[in-house]
């Protein structure tokens, strides 16, 4: 029997049969064109997830109106033109075994109208929390209107063949500004209590209810805490859920969050798995229809001990389905050290802020129709030199592929610069990836080669077809005075040294690694002093983990000096330098760290590629960037070689 049988049990939503108990969640991809309409690019990626065994997938949200729509990234069903393509989707996600609900959208006062040319809408004219905008007021005419506006959006979906409805009415949009106290100040039917409050949700779905067949399924996705000092709270979230069902809501989809707690909202490395678990527990405790609940949930175990203990019906699951579309048939196959773990990095969320949607872990998204593996007609001898994110990607690919692949690392263990990179508190499974990747490389039969630098002599004597390029960046420590002659370390020495580096630390430059590397000496018991030349900590980093880390350093207690500059480095000292002010020498520190400059590292390439046909380099070596990069260009040059 399977170690997961709860999670691998069918269920019956009204008129959906979902075979398993997992939920893909709606999540904007920015693969439809300007329009709204859907691309091939957009079917490709959800055909993917279909055949990687979820229950069923929710579309991500789509407009049922111009004026709510958030960017010209974000699908429309506001008009019949956006049927045809709508039916190529889900025939296709049937033909493949799958089911889909659509997610029925209005961002109300959170639509940009930078794209859309519209003034932005709400119960009440109070600004955007994230961009400020000031809505404009709707009237109870207008909102009649977008309540038919839910339903023909309704009546469209059922036309092009979705399963069911979700209606979103969590996280700020429209619905959400309407149910909260913090976004409505109406005085007419539409405001007040809860009750009132909840009168344009129920509507909607009483719309709907009226046009749809009898027991199609209508969802609504609520924030039950908004986790805001004036929002929702979960027991007034329960009096809505009570509203909703008795309105005819098949079941409800437990969130949190509106755009001002919205580093809460995607759950990042610093927050708990399963940390909305208790919300959905809250409402499931109320209503008779069924749950299902989001927030972090990556571990199989975790996901069937939540249906076990009846805290909910069905698992949502986001960037877990993001980063290995194929995870639930894994999971079934009890295969759990091949799933691509997300690692709950947020680069995803903050991808879609200004074009497609793109993942740390996973670079075929967008291309899944493109990027096969195919076997190679003519076999090459290639080496990949440096065992990092790009090596193992490149490696594996091209092993995979039929190529005969080796692997030359320096040191005496794989992973490169990342294996650094999960050394700061929370961030453990981006060691979990990495070891996914060296497993991966293993299972593709690269052979791996330990302690071996490459150099020009030992390449030609090699006299491989192709070489991968992929040692690193040149690591260079950043000039400050007296910083050598006074034995400053760089970001890595002190990861892997914090044992002996005495009590007091300065770390130069608050930058990502050294705000992490702060992070990382506070709870090894350090007392750190962290300086930074901009304004800002933490630049560079994704916005979800910067907001988290600077959290975590102001609380610890850690001396912060932002808008300052070192200008000396002395003996146990620093001289630093606050704009307009005198210079002022912090003294005491047992060790000083200094920042170090990730920089374009081709010398190799330049010494070989006069014998070697074909040379690629790639990743930190071509230019110092993320993991992302990285393991993307791995992966490209895997399939093009
Ligand atoms: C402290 C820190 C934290 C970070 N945090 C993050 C993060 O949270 N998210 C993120 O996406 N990125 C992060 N990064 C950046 C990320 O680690 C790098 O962008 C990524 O590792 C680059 O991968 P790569 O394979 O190109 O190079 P590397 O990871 O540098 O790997 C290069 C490998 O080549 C080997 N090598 C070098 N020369 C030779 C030679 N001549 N012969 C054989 N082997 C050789 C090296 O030993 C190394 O193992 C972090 C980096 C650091 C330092
Ligand atoms: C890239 C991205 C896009 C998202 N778009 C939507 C959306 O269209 N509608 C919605 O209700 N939630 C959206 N979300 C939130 C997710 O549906 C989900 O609630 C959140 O990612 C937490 O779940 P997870 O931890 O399983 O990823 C999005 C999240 C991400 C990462
Ligand atoms: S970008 Fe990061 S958080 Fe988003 S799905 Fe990929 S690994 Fe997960």
Known sequence: MNAFPKLFSPFQLGSLSVK???VMSPMETHLCDT??????EIIAYYKERAVGGVGYITLENTAVDPVGRVNDGMLCIHDDKYIPGLKKLTDCIHTAGGKIVIQLSHAGKEALPYFTGL??????????????EMPRELTAEEIRDIISKFTQGAVRAIKAGFDGVEIHMAHGYLVNQFLSPESNMRTDDYGGNTARRSRFAREIVEGIRMHAPKDYPVICRISADEYTDTGLKLEESSEIARILERAGTSALHVSACNYASAFYNIPCYYLEEGCFVHLAAGIKS????PVLVVGRILNPTMAENILQENKADLIVLGRTLIADPHYPNKVKEERLHDIRTCISCNRCIESISDKRLVCTVNPYIGKEDRCRTAKTTKPKKILIVGGGPAGLSAAQVLSDRGHTVTLWEKESQLGGNFSYASLAPKKELLGKFLDYLILQAKKANVEIHLNTKATAESIKQFSPDAVVLAHGAKDVPVEISGAQKNGAIGVKTAFLRANSLGNNIAIVGGGPEGCELAD????????????????????????????HVCERLKKTGTQLHINTKVVEIG?????????????????????????????TNTALTDQIKSFVPEVYTIGDAAEGRTALEAIAEGVETGVKL
């Open 286 to 289: 109320v209503v008779k229809i």
């Open 571 to 599: 003996h146990h000292s620093i001289v630093i330098n606050r704009r307009r002010e005198a210079d002022q020498r912090l003294d005491g520190f047992d060790t000083i760290v200094i920042p170090t400059l990730h920089q």
């Open 20 to 22: 398993n108990r997992m």
């Open 35 to 40: 329009e709204g309409f859907v691309t091939e």
């Open 520 to 547: 990382f000496l506070v709870s090894n018991g350090k007392k750190i002093t962290l300086v930074e030349m901009r304004r800002v900590l933490g630049l560079g980093l994704v916005a979800h983990p910067r907001y």
């Open 119 to 132: 003034k932005p809408v709400a119960p009440s004219a109070i600004p955007s929390p994230l961009t400020k």
